[in-house]
């Protein structure tokens, strides 16, 4: 029997993150992608704390990315995750595309925070 599509990403994901953590000096960002929407957060593992969020659903996004598509959306996602980093004072993190493929929306996203000034 085969695996669905939302088992095999689980699969994927956790293969990731037995190698990927996230630190106070470098976190960690978790991108999740739904249908309609992507969001992403950086996080401390360390203390289970999350420094930074961001989504496309937040005002200055949805307003300035109505009627352009979704990878559009990402990027726009990615450059204002910068944004909040450098206010926070993080400068290099680590990426976790979260068992998706690093391609579309999600490299759109990594393209637009390393732009934006993160390092990773």
Known sequence: MSLTKTQRRNRIKLRIRKI??????RPRVSVFRSNRQI?????????????VSVSSREKQIASSADNK?????????GKLLADKCREAGIVSV???RGGYM???????????????????
């Open 39 to 51: 969001y992403a957060q950086v996080i401390d593992d360390l203390n289970g704390k999350t420094l």
């Open 20 to 25: 990927i953590h996230g630190t106070p000096e």
């Open 94 to 96: 680590i990426f976790d």
């Open 69 to 77: 598509n979704k990878t559009v959306q990402a990027a726009l996602t």
């Open 102 to 120: 690093y391609h579309g929306r999600v490299k759109s996203l990594a393209d637009a925070a390393r732009e934006g000034g993160l390092k990773f």
